[in-house]
């Protein structure tokens, strides 16, 4: 695979635009411009792409990846018809993890990278240990459903007092502070992940590294929370139940809410709404290197006290974790020609128009890029 700073290949440009208008089929209900035709990027990381590959990539996990993971297979195979991509986004980040581990997914989608444990286990796999490439960046939505109610703003405070079932009913006074308003009295219903999930990490990082008091859990990717909480499968799951039911609340990636209202983040008297772009600004000033130690792995981590009222609080990126080293060799240049698409700026375009997601910088495609290319 060739990496370089230069014009787009062409033959390569002119096909995945046809991708990209292809995939305004992909599912995706972000609310953005989804499903229209970006002109292909002439600057940015390219990559060219060997069309006469064949086989089939197995993968799965993270549901918040999958109106991405969609799209990208569209625009891959314009190009790419003879690899077959197969994403099963029911697993969740958990499932995905632990399939890859035991060898079944050529690579897995999780919302956070592998734990120590996780990457220990995968020296059996990988010889070196797995990698944690992102190559999706989002945020969590605080979804809710609430008779006559359109907007909501919500506090971190707030937030996690709500999830930690401490308010308990929409016309509490920390609800109205937040709004400049009451809301209508009603009970609150809280629906949460079952599943081990990385949107419920990424939520979890938040609450702890920023509401201490009102948040005593560690972060982490299975619910903390016992008591008179919903608990869904998937973050479809999470979102179905909050629009079936009343007075409900939840959290989901943003691509995933549909119709459903998401709380504007109240931050230093500032209420911030989920926007690509004050996501992206979320991951510039914040996001640090917190590398498992394998060679080649770009995990990160948010650091919450640089958060301003240009950030939208609650980022969320994903991964693709994969190993660098595989047993089949056919099998890595699969895996290497599809997640260098993905990891190029094209492929962050094709996720951007189709999931509503924000690109990643450049700067960061480009160490993903030197990853990939070790894959063998």
């Known amino acids: 695979m060739k ?43 390219t990559v060219e792409l060997d069309s006469s590959l064949t086989g089939t990539i197995t993968s799965g996990g993270s549901s918040a990846q999958a109106n991405a993971q969609a799209a990208w297979t569209t625009a891959y195979n314009a190009t790419v018809s003879g690899v077959t991509i197969n994403y099963d986004k029911s697993q ?4 995905g993890v632990t399939n890859f581990l035991s060898g079944a997914y050529d690579f897995a989608g999780s919302d956070s990278p592998l734990s120590d444990d996780e990457t220990a286990s995968s020296e059996a796999l990988c010889t070196e240990g797995g990698v944690n490439i992102p190559v999706y960046l989002d945020g969590v939505a605080i979804i809710f459903n609430i008779d006559g109610v359109d907007s909501l703003k919500l506090s971190g405070e707030t937030i996690a007092k709500i999830f930690n079932l401490q308010i308990t009913d929409w016309s509490d006074a920390a609800i109205t502070a937040d709004n400049g308003t ?8 809280t629906v ?61 990636d943003h691509s995933a809410i549909g119709d459903l209202n998401a709380a504007d983040i109240v931050v230093d008297d500032t209420a911030i709404p989920f926007s690509p772009e004050a996501v992206a600004k979320t991951f510039e000033v914040a996001a640090t290197d917190a590398s498992n130690g394998v060679a080649g792995d770009l995990s990160k981590q948010f650091d919450y006290s640089k958060l301003t009222t240009e950030t939208y609080p609650i980022p969320l990126v994903s991964y693709a974790i994969t190993c660098t080293t595989f047993a089949d060799e056919a099998q890595a240049t699969l895996v290497k020609s599809y997640l260098g698409f993905v990891a190029s700026t094209l492929g962050q375009q094709v996720a951007a128009k189709n999931a509503g997601s924000a690109p990643l910088p450049d700067s960061i495609l480009e160490e993903a890029q030197k990853t990939i290319d070790a894959i063998k």
């Open 92 to 95: 969740g980040s958990g499932g």
């Open 3 to 45: 990496i370089s700073r230069i014009a787009q290949v062409g033959a390569v440009a002119a096909i995945a635009a046809l991708a990209l208008a292809g995939c305004s089929s992909t599912p995706s209900d972000s609310g953005s411009d989804a499903g229209s035709t970006p002109t292909p990027t002439e600057s940015g990381v």
């Open 182 to 189: 009451a809301l209508p009295a009603g009970p609150i219903t």
């Open 192 to 252: 949460a992940r079952s599943d081990g999930s990385g949107t419920t990490a990424n939520f979890t990082n938040y609450l702890s590294a920023t509401q201490a008091e009102a948040w005593p859990y560690e972060a982490g990717k299975n619910w903390p929370v016992a008591g008179n909480v919903s608990l869904q499968k998937g973050g479809s799951g999470v979102v179905d139940t909050v629009k079936a039911g009343t007075g409900t609340i939840g959290y989901a």
